[in-house]
Nanobody, 116 residues
Framework: QVQLVESGGGLVQAGGSLRLSCAAS????????MSWHRQTPGKQRELVAT???????TYVPSVKGRFTISRDNLKNTVSLEMNSLNPEDTAVYYC??????????WGQGTQVTVSS
């Protein structure tokens, strides 16, 4: 099993920045891809960014150029640096770990609120 704990959410004004972090524990050597997702009430959870074990990244078009995902395999952490935030970025952000053998795991989520 893998446990994920997010931190770093909060309230920020439009145009501001936040950095989310996610710490993984448990069977961390089994983690392949890590990712950030977000969800607003009444909507499906949306993939925001992914990073592979070798550092290859992908982004949803709406955040490309504004968000940066990074990973520290020694510390078992993944971060999401979010810049130029706008109210449409308001959501609960979830960390996700996809493992080679044990399935997919989610964190508990952290709220990001961007005020206009």
């Amino acid at each position: 099993q893998v446990q994920l704990v997010e931190s770093g959410g909060g309230l920020v004004q439009a145009g501001g920045s936040l950095r989310l972090s996610c710490a993984a524990s448990g069977r961390t050597p089994s983690i392949n891809v890590m990712s950030w997702h977000r969800q607003t009430p009444g909507k499906q959870r949306e993939l925001v960014a992914t990073i592979s074990s070798s550092g290859i990244t992908t982004y949803v078009p709406s955040v490309k150029g504004r968000f940066t995902i990074s990973r520290d395999n020694l510390k078992n952490t993944v971060s999401l640096e979010m810049n130029s935030l706008n109210p449409e970025d308001t959501a609960v952000y979830y960390c996700n770990a996809r493992t080679y053998y044990y399935g997919v795991f989610w964190g508990q989520g952290t709220q990001v609120t961007v005020s206009s």
